[in-house]
């Protein structure tokens, strides 16, 4: 199955670009929102717009960021590797549902079966992580047990 690991992580890539260009695009707005502010003369409105779009601005940049680094640990995944133990780029089936261990973006559908992109800091990937397939956890009071590790 690694054309589903595939799909998977380039619909991750999907998202976090997605975000980049979002946050680029609203910063973008910001600055030229600012910029096109021209100076009234109730001098108090105009500092209160400059810094109501600088906060806007450092927010979208605090955004772009967390995008940026998303990015670069999809980048040192390879979804074509086989894996026996999870780990970053791991598709883990269990008998409660399929988690694709790369970054936090939901629920994805692929070939009509759903998927849970996790990242291995949440919490069900940090019970996921190093361990092997029959191994069985208790995650919010339900009984998880790895059938198969990709």
């Known amino acids: 199955m690694p054309e589903i690991k595939e799909k998977l992580h380039q619909l991750c890539m999907d998202y976090v670009e997605k975000r980049i260009a979002s946050a680029e695009d609203a ?59 999870v780990q970053n780029g791991s598709l883990v089936s269990t008998n409660l549902g399929k988690f694709y261990i790369s970054i936090s973006c939901g629920q994805i559908q692929v070939d009509n079966c759903n998927y849970f992109a996790v990242s291995a800091a949440s919490p069900i990937g940090l019970k996921l992580m190093k361990q092997q397939q029959g191994h069985e956890f208790d995650f919010n009071g339900k009984q998880l047990r790895i059938e198969k590790i990709e």
């Open 27 to 85: 910063m973008k707005a910001a600055r030229e929102s600012a910029n096109d502010d021209t100076k009234s003369s109730a001098g108090d409105k105009y500092e209160t717009g400059r810094e109501m779009m600088q906060q806007e601005i450092d927010r979208n940049r605090k955004q772009l960021e967390e995008s940026q680094k998303l990015k670069l640990i999809l980048n040192q995944i390879n979804p074509s590797k086989e894996n026996s133990v």
